[in-house]
């Protein structure tokens, strides 16, 4: 349960990492100038706001990817692994067909 929400957190700021740093505006413009208004929508702080919010999601990417990498390591067990050293009910209650320890397995046999 907590593996998958981090997961989908994780994919989400993936996505949202890549699409701040591609509007951003580089050496060569980027895709702000392409987009043409993207600037007028958030105001003349553009680029500050920008930076802050591509450093708030690399944080929040490091920090998921070492969290999935913590998590999955529990999940990497086989289930060989996990059960390994609980009893089965089989082994705990004997059949009918099974003799108890100690006595023979005929009736008729002494």
């Given amino acids: 349960m907590l ?8 994919v989400l700021v ?6 701040i740093i591609l509007v951003q ?11 043409g208004g993207v600037e007028s929508i958030f105001g003349t702080k553009t680029s500050a706001f920008f930076v802050k919010l591509t450093v708030v999601l690399a944080i929040m990417f490091f920090v998921t990817s070492i969290s999935l990498a913590y998590l999955s390591k529990e999940r990497g067990k086989s289930l060989l692994d996990r059960y ?6 089989q082994e705990a209650i ?9 006595t ?3 009736p008729l046999a002494k």
């Fill in 3 to 10: 593996y998958n929400l981090v997961l989908i957190l994780h």
């Fill in 84 to 89: 390994k050293d609980k009893p089965t009910k």
């Fill in 94 to 102: 004997p059949t009918a067909n099974q003799p108890v320890q100690g």
């Fill in 25 to 35: 505006r580089g050496r060569s413009g980027g895709l702000v100038e392409a987009l």
């Fill in 14 to 19: 993936v996505m949202g990492l890549i699409a």
């Fill in 104 to 106: 023979s397995a005929s």
